[in-house]
């Protein structure tokens, strides 16, 4: 198994690509050891490696965040056969489903709403998992669009700008009610 590793705008995140699916639906992150347990028995080995703060699940990806002092050049061989010997061991990568994503257009949303989460699925999402996170909709209320930031992107020094430049920009452009987004 071939396990490729890729930075991240975050310097305490690293993305790394194990060459098959992670998550075959949705997303899941687990900022300790405690609220892995009994949902992902990869997130709870990754967790068993000194200095993991964080792991992201995503669709072929996994983001592991690290304690500030730690050093990837340590850690990440560590990391590397963690995630090795969960794929060896034949183990799901979750017990749980994972949690939908509320970025699908439902029944009772307005046409603001629907044209927001189709914006943020077909265009912020997927440029944001190429980055090692994911940005989820939670809701728009008076103009503003609320949004939560996981995996690479939570604690990211970037991610104010790419609320800010990228995505408020886009939003506003597309969609006139918008005059601002917000992390949650």
Known sequence: MFIQTETTPNPATLKFIPGRAVMTEGTAQFASADAAEGKSPLAQRLFGVDGVTGVFLGGDFISVTKEGAQDWFQLKPSILAAIMEHYTSGRPVM????????????????????????????????????????IIFEHFEDGVVYLQMHGACSGCPSSTATLKAGIENMLRHYIPEVVEVRAL
């Open 95 to 134: 017990l749980t489903q994972a949690a939908p994503s509320s970025g699908e257009a439902a029944e009772g949303d307005s046409e603001t709403v629907a044209a927001i989460k189709e914006l943020i699925e077909t265009r912020v999402r997927p440029a944001v998992a190429q980055d090692g996170g994911d």
